[in-house]
């Protein structure tokens, strides 16, 4: 983080930090990307919009916000030899 000479954090502090700036080639490389890698239209959105507003990219993009992560469905238990 920078610092100016008295020590004190610079315009925009740790929570206003600037934006992202996409070029152009770099939004059609993301949007090729996209189309490749067959995101479904609630993922290209979610990285649409953040592009867009200028925010970075996010690690992981979960495949809708409804869906919740599920479970593993339980084996039965094995049956036993008579």
Same mark, same amino acid.
């Given at each position: 983080?920078?610092? +100016?000479? #008295?020590?004190?954090?610079?315009?925009?502090? $740790?929570?206003?930090?600037?934006?992202? #700036?996409? =070029?152009?080639?770099?939004? !059609? @490389?993301?949007?090729?990307?996209?189309?490749? =890698?067959?995101?479904? /239209? $609630?993922? !290209?959105?979610? @990285?649409? +919009?953040?592009? =867009?507003?200028?925010? /970075?990219?996010? /690690?992981?993009?979960?495949?809708?916000? +409804?869906?919740?992560?599920?479970?593993?469905?339980?084996?039965?238990?094995?049956?036993?030899? +008579?």
């Amino acid at each position: 983080m920078a610092t +100016s000479k #008295n020590g004190r954090v610079q315009n925009g502090g $740790f929570w206003n930090s600037q934006q992202a #700036n996409y =070029s152009p080639a770099t939004q !059609q @490389l993301l949007k090729n990307m996209m189309q490749e =890698s067959k995101l479904n /239209s $609630f993922q !290209q959105r979610q @990285l649409n +919009s953040r592009v =867009s507003s200028g925010q /970075s990219l996010p /690690s992981t993009c979960h495949p809708t916000t +409804s869906a919740k992560p599920r479970k593993p469905a339980a084996k039965p238990p094995p049956r036993l030899k +008579s």
